[in-house]
């Protein structure tokens, strides 16, 4: 932990050589060791990586200890935490230009004094006087150290309309309860094992607490909108939570079906991922008492970016590289998800690209080879690109919509947003 | 479904005879037959029965083949629907004293036209624009028939303090969402195969659908509170959802638990019971715009009356007949569930009786005559008496708390309501 840390690297990457040096190696050969940890590790298509922070030893217990058992879990490094805190740092580890990985930090910077009061209003509703299992569970989850970015999206739509009140710091808190309840319902629809680097809940503890604490997040994230006083943040985030799980049904249903179309999977797109984002941002705006035009112009940007954001983590999951994308090319394809790539593909196919889908996708009947044809029939259908471009026109969406607001820096940071989402594609 | 009917019988009985006549058998016979099917098949404690109602043919679709298939669940009879509508009459085909089994006849009857518009409203908002599967589940549970005892309180609380708007209707149908959505993911947790005689939602496509279904009645449950316009019902209700969450984490965490306290079983009934019931009529009150006064004793009333009907429920396990209670005595016992006459039991426990409940509940080593044994202790320790005694107390907290309210037919009827719930104990 007192490693010598190479000075002139910047201080998030200072950091991570600090957690990752193994015993007995320099400096810079640990920064390297960090570096190929980081890589190994899942990012998501904001460059940040999926792993959890330090979280509270306490609160974790069981979580700590499965991660520390190198039966289950590898392990990142011999930290006290267990977890990779510094990894956790905007994704400069990535070796991304330190340009377009730049609008995170600005925005966190921009935003912090508002982050640190809805941090500290999540830890305390997150808690529970009568079931102690419900903060167990809760504090695992929130203080995985996730990217809160979807709280701040609705601080910066608050505070880019000019915002001086505190309604959108229990508005930000709303949302990312909802995010967090959304992510343990998940982890049990889909058996996830892992989120984040972490075991999931539902490992560590069983599916029913993963779904009743999900349930608890839920009222708890209604109970902060009531308090907001604002019957349209009502409207909107309930209009989105219930996107969300029609979204989610409709993913369900509609995997394993080779005729999904386009606008089925932009409709489950909405639900995974856009319809908070765009609730985050135009409920914002909202509390901000913005006008009319500046809300749909914001409610506009979160769906765009929402979308964008979706594409690219399904693009990735193609055109990445295992060590840049950090889980495996093909996840999808194996899980028979029909994303953005393959439904495109499909629409494209002759008459044994098509059985080939319908016995790999609509069958599931795969072998090893099967990935490398589906990649080769990617690339000959041209389906990569074209999605490449439709995440690059949602992003531009995205960019467009932010015109109707106030001319302020924050404008530019989520600008800037939108561009870095897509930038991982380049 | 021509059969010769009694005409002498009430008109429920007669439905449920054309319902229940096996081919060949005379109508007084097949009245016998309906009977005795409808004494095998569960009750709760409104003496109303658990099995569905016709529910709609179409959508059920898959439910209703799982039901006509022998090797699966046994058909109720021979009828188009496949399951006993008439069973879902108001009990009195249980043989029940006519006049306790009035109130809520006499609380259907005064509510009649709201009801239908509750109903037609619930309805319509359990569709999906995009996701087929999830009428198909809703439809399942929802018009399975339910005894619809939570939005008929709010819609007595409301008409009760003269309430002539809408409002009480768009939040008599988000209580039954919550509801509905609680039991889904209730069947999920306990991994429940029936629900109301029918297989449960998991069983007939998955606990995927059940947890996410449920997430989306929650959804619609939080937009129609939205629509009445009042805030103070989103407070009252996302509380109550925050109660409802937490009592069912609780418990699944004192499940087991021998050191559980009679404080922390009310806690739990308030959540799986008594905070929806306390919500439906304070809500009630407030679409009314009722005093406060009238509020707070509506919120007592739902609240006694819940505790009451889950002691109730609780105490049949262990003092019913199975022919009586439609469920097997002892289930509580077998899944080693703290209620309250083994709390009360466990509080007098001498050490013999405290080892037979550590081993039998604390660690599950139950054999087949260990039912016996608990009962016997049971009754050594007037532990039954004592829980009867309590269900009592409620059921009469119930009925003072009703004295702070508006001095209407209404009244009384909810007054007879708090003594017909445990008038099936005596």
Request: hydrophobic share 40%; glycine share 8%; proline share 4%.
């Amino acid at each position: 932990m007192d490693a010598i840390v190479p000075q002139d690297r910047p201080r998030h990457e200072q950091i991570a050589v600090r957690h990752h040096q193994p015993p007995g190696q320099d400096a810079e050969r640990s920064f390297k060791h960090a570096h190929v940890l980081v890589q190994r590790k899942g990012l998501d298509p904001l460059g940040r990586q999926k792993v959890g922070g330090a979280g509270d030893q306490q609160r974790i217990g069981g979580a700590q200890k499965l991660f520390h058992d190198p039966g289950k879990l590898r392990p990142c490094c011999e930290c006290v935490h267990g977890v990779a805190m510094a990894c956790d740092e905007r994704g400069s580890l990535m070796g991304m230009n330190e340009n377009v990985s730049k609008p995170l930090d600005r925005l966190s910077a921009e935003l912090a004094g508002d982050m640190e009061r809805v941090n500290a209003l999540i830890r305390s509703r997150m808690a529970s006087r009568h079931a102690p299992r419900i903060p167990e569970v809760t504090a695992h989850l929130v203080e995985a150290g996730g990217k809160r970015l979807r709280p701040m999206l609705v601080l910066a739509a608050s505070r880019l309309c000019g915002y001086e009140g505190e309604a959108h710091v229990l508005l930000a808190a709303a949302v990312e309860f909802i995010h967090t309840a959304t992510l343990l319902h998940d982890d049990v629809v889909d058996e996830s094992e892992q989120r984040r680097g972490r075991p999931t809940a539902n490992l560590l503890w069983d599916n029913k607490s993963s779904v009743l604490v999900g349930d608890y997040l839920f009222a708890r994230s209604f109970q902060l909108m009531a308090e907001t006083g604002s019957m349209e943040v009502m409207h909107i985030l309930s209009n989105a939570s219930a996107t969300i799980a029609e979204g989610e049904v409709l993913q369900l249903t509609a995997a394993q079906d080779i005729t999904t179309t386009e606008d089925t999977y932009i409709q489950i797109v909405r639900g995974k991922t856009a319809a908070l984002f765009s609730a985050a941002t135009e409920a914002g705006a909202v509390v901000a008492h913005a006008d009319k035009t500046v809300q749909q112009a914001l409610f506009g940007y979160g769906d765009a970016l929402g979308i964008a954001f979706q594409i690219v983590d399904d693009l990735l999951d193609y055109s990445g590289s295992s060590t840049t994308i950090g889980k495996n090319v093909g996840d999808d394809f194996r899980e028979r998800k029909l994303t953005l790539p393959v439904i495109k593909a499909i629409a494209r196919a002759d008459a044994t690209e098509r059985a080939f889908w319908e016995r790999t996708i609509g069958k599931g009947q795969q072998d090893e080879a099967d990935l490398t044809t589906a990649l080769e029939i990617l690339h000959r259908r041209e389906a990569l690109d074209a999605s490449r471009a439709d995440a690059i026109a949602w992003a531009e969406r995205a960019k467009t919509a932010l015109l109707a607001t106030p001319d302020q820096p924050l404008r530019q940071i989520l600008s800037d947003l939108a561009d870095f989402v897509v930038s991982r594609l380049s």
